[in-house]
């Protein structure tokens, strides 16, 4: 059986040692977005999504995760400023 795209992408984040459970959180919700979005990249989030789909409660923690992620090479992140457009986020291979 093959693995689906989404399936690598988990394991991967999970193997990092340096990925912290609000990270998975984090970047679980921005796959189950990427997959919703017929696994194509760029897509748009709303902080307010992933926020809830991450059960974060802050967004200090939101903005912090986001760009560790970017940091460790996890994801590309373009905020948007415009509070009825999304941000976007490419997924990194």
């Known amino acids: ?53 991450a059960r974060t409660r802050s967004s200090a923690t939101y903005h912090k995760y986001l760009k560790e992620l970017e940091a460790f090479g996890y994801i590309k992140y373009l905020p948007s400023f415009h509070p009825k457009q999304g941000s976007k986020v490419w997924l990194v291979k």
């Open 1 to 53: 059986m093959m693995e689906r795209p989404i399936s690598k992408h988990f394991a991967k984040i999970l193997a990092d040692r340096r990925v912290k459970v609000w990270h998975v959180g984090t970047y679980l919700a921005l796959l189950l977005i990427w997959d919703r979005n017929r696994q194509s990249s760029p897509f748009q989030v709303t902080r307010a999504l992933i926020m809830q789909l």
